[in-house]
């Protein structure tokens, strides 16, 4: 299976939802199911240390200096530091022959990537409260002001989207899956086989 316009194809798949969603596990999943999902790693700047390799960590100085370039195809601020969509790094994958899977919070981050004319599938994944409160508390034991800020987020994007739809707007998503339950896999598998007979 090629990906879609061979050499000019710029696939990315969105993966969007509240905090504790599942968007790691399932990019997890996805690249066991096929290696062409790859987890993109965004930059990120901060004053903190880094501590893991989920981003491209830079500091707050030298993230303004890729923005003032326009090296980033989106950027936003949360949790009082900032992320960046690398053009570089998207270029990366494309030549590769990889589909990046990029993980995007609020709902307006989409359209950088619409209007960038990037072959774009875009997957919302929903969460219970319920479930996302006992996956806060496994992942961030003892602490409360992680815990509260990511509700606090949690609440935020679910307005959003309520707002949006309450007003008679459509939600830019291709899929929306429920992923409240203990088993990923199936949702993994329904997002991979979509993305891939798109990308026929």
């Not at 879609?4 to 905090?19: A, E, F, I, Q």
């Not at 100085?61 to 900032?82: D, G, I, P, T």
């Not at 990366?92 to 990029?102: L, N």
Request: with cysteine; proline share 4%.
């Amino acid at each position: 299976m090629t990906l879609r316009n061979n050499n000019n194809s710029k696939p990315v798949l969105l993966l969007s939802g509240t905090p504790a969603s599942g968007k790691d596990t399932i990019t997890k999943l996805l690249m066991n199911i096929d290696p062409r999902f790859r987890h993109f790693k965004k930059h990120r700047g901060s004053s903190e240390p880094k501590i893991d390799d989920t981003y491209i960590h830079v500091s707050l100085a030298q993230f303004s200096a890729l923005s003032e370039k326009n090296e980033f195809v989106q950027s936003h601020s949360r949790y009082e530091r900032k992320y960046g969509v690398s053009r570089t790094e998207l270029e990366r994958h494309w030549q590769q022959g990889e589909i990046p899977i990029i993980h995007v919070g609020k709902y307006e981050n989409i359209a950088s990537f619409r209007e960038a004319k990037l072959d774009v599938d875009s997957v919302l994944l929903m969460v219970s409260l319920d479930t996302t409160m006992q996956r806060l508390a496994k992942r961030h034991p003892g602490n409360t002001e992680e815990i509260e800020k990511r509700l606090e987020a949690y609440y935020e994007e679910r307005q959003e989207l309520a707002s949006m739809v309450v007003s008679g707007h459509s939600l830019d998503f291709d899929l929306i899956l429920d992923n409240s339950g203990l088993d990923a896999q199936p949702i993994a598998e329904c997002i991979a086989n979509f993305t891939l007979d798109h990308a026929r």
